[in-house]
């Protein structure tokens, strides 16, 4: 059975009511089954029904329906998941549930637990980011925007050492890695901040909202310009504008503030992965 419908079922079983929404869900369900019946806008169960419905869940999917409920899986791990029935994905928790990616710049090790971790070009760590708070032997963080930039961060085309030494490198997050996990750990760690993000209006705000944030890492200048001159990427730039605008006419911080000046005389966006080794002029 799809998760949808099991959880349906539970709420039907679980409800003093008969009446219930025609929802497509449950209609797909009486029909196939038999169990339960439409009438109008609505379908109907029985108290007979629903112990069908109690019956099958355990024939098909072996779900106790009279110790379990709906919310029965909120708080648990795929693995716990599997003590209440045989679907794993019955849990609302993510696969990667408080995790985060990180990694260190090219050639330099990554301390975590007392320990130096030399690792290959492109490779990271997946880890829980509470363990990064406790084990975390870096003095700084480098917070990178998108996946490509952070797995590929060795092919970046300007130096990066105004990061400092040898930074933590932390994926922003998204789609797999939620970002409130990394706005947690930066709470927790407590470090300057330093931020590779995409040379947009949203880079910027993203910058401004990170916890500990101190500076952006960016080409020069001068190189700067020459590539935003170039640069034919307008329609980024105007449909940002409306949520990032505001946000950056007001702020004082100097680089942000620098950067905003830059952008909003040419009028037009840079992603970051432009200052990818694949991407150099």
């Known amino acids: 059975m799809e ?151 060795e092919h970046t085309t300007f130096d990066l050492s105004g990061a400092g030494a040898n930074p933590l490198v932390l994926f922003r997050g998204s789609p797999v890695y939620r970002q409130d996990h990394v706005v947690a750990l930066l709470d927790q760690l407590g470090l300057p901040v330093h931020a590779f993000v995409d040379f947009d209006p949203a880079g910027l705000v993203i910058a401004l909202s990170l916890p500990g944030f101190v500076d952006l890492v960016s080409p020069a200048a001068s190189e700067l310009q020459r590539v935003f001159t170039a640069s034919m990427n307008t329609e980024r730039y105007l449909s940002q504008l409306p949520e990032a605008q505001r946000i950056l006419d007001a702020t004082s911080h100097p680089s942000i503030a620098t950067h905003w000046r830059m952008q909003r005389a040419h009028g037009k966006a840079l992603p970051q992965e432009y200052f990818l080794a694949a991407r150099a002029r």
């Open 3 to 153: 998760k949808n419908l099991i959880i349906s079922l539970l709420r039907v079983y679980h409800s003093e009511k008969s009446r219930f929404t025609a929802s497509a869900v449950l209609t797909r369900f009486v029909k196939t089954y038999s169990i339960g019946h439409a009438k109008g806008a609505s379908i109907m169960f029985t108290d007979r029904d629903k112990q069908e419905v109690a019956a099958l869940l355990r024939a098909a999917e072996g779900i106790d329906a009279a110790t379990t409920t709906s919310a029965s899986w909120d708080a648990l791990s795929r693995a716990e998941s599997l003590d209440l029935g045989g679907n794993e994905k019955l849990t609302p928790a993510a696969v990667r549930q408080d995790r985060v990616a990180v990694r260190a710049l090219p050639s330099r090790p990554l301390l975590l637990g007392g320990r130096e971790m030399h690792m290959p070009d492109g490779a990271n760590l997946d880890i829980e980011w509470q363990l990064v708070s406790r084990e975390n032997g870096h003095d700084a963080v480098l917070v990178v925007e998108n996946w490509e930039a952070f797995a590929g961060i």
